[in-house]
T-cell receptor, first 112, second 112 residues
Framework: DAMVIQNPRYQVTQFGKPVTLSCSQT?????MYWYQQKSSQAPKLLFH???????NEADTPDNFQSRRPNTSFCFLDIRSPGLGDAAMYLC???????????FGPGTRLTVT | GIQVEQSPPDLILQEGANSTLRCNFS?????LQWFHQNPWGQLINLFY???GTKQNGRLSATTVATERYSLLYISSSQTTDSGVYFC??????????????FGTGTQLKVEL
């Protein structure tokens, strides 16, 4: 019954060691998003895919990249995690512009 | 960019009490959503409400788009209502997908 699935739910990585977070959806939505949420802050959009078109936010660090190999899956790659990248990473989907967004349960990333 | 402010920032209620949360935004929007973030970090959709009034059980929401605010009403609060409530808005379409900007959040604690 799950609609937006994120794996793993908790991820621990070492400083500078690349890490990949995964998101999948069963809604067949056109748009997939990645948000970063640091402790006691609101979620902040990193980038999104509209079908295969990638849209990066202007202030998203180059250290963060994303891949969307098909409609159902989207990945967040952090090339060289720093201590400041420890956060909750939230994936969301929507049918298209102006439509409701649905969020996954999130992946909590710890950097040691 | 658009500014989204929520009030109050913190709220403590006795179980059974009613409350009103407010969201003010600085520009016109295509979309407004209310979310409840539970203690595990998941964002739960409450309302998709760019304008008008909606009700769902003990919760209701009203958005007055022309005056750039939205209200979330919680009646007969329960301990399970505790968590952070976010409103999020989508400014007029400027590219692929829609991009939510989250408000500052209201931290709600409901006590027995």
């Amino acid at each position: 019954d799950a609609m937006v699935i994120q794996n793993p739910r908790y991820q621990v990585t070492q400083f500078g060691k690349p890490v990949t977070l995964s998101c999948s959806q069963t809604l067949n939505h056109n748009v997939m998003y990645w948000y970063q949420q640091k402790s006691s802050q609101a979620p902040k959009l990193l980038f999104h895919y509209y079908d295969k078109d990638f849209n990066n936010e202007a202030d998203t660090p180059d250290n963060f990249q994303s891949r969307r190999p098909n409609t159902s899956f989207c990945f967040l790659d952090i090339r060289s995690p720093g201590l400041g990248d420890a956060a909750m990473y939230l994936c969301a989907t929507s049918r298209g512009p102006g439509a409701e967004q649905y969020f996954g349960p999130g992946t909590r990333l710890t950097v040691t | 960019g658009i500014q989204v402010e929520q009030s109050p920032p913190d709220l403590i209620l006795q179980e059974g009490a009613n409350s009103t949360l407010r969201c003010n935004f600085s520009d016109s929007v295509n979309n407004l959503q209310w979310f409840h973030q539970n203690p595990w970090g998941q964002l739960i959709n409450l309302f998709y409400i760019p304008s008008g009034t909606k009700q769902n059980g003990r919760l209701s929401a009203t958005t007055v788009a022309t005056e750039r605010y939205s209200l979330l009403y919680i009646s007969s609060s329960q301990t399970t209502d505790s968590g952070v409530y976010f409103c999020a808005v989508d400014p007029p379409f400027t590219g692929g997908g829609n991009k939510l900007t989250f408000g500052t959040g209201t931290q709600l604690k409901v006590e027995l």
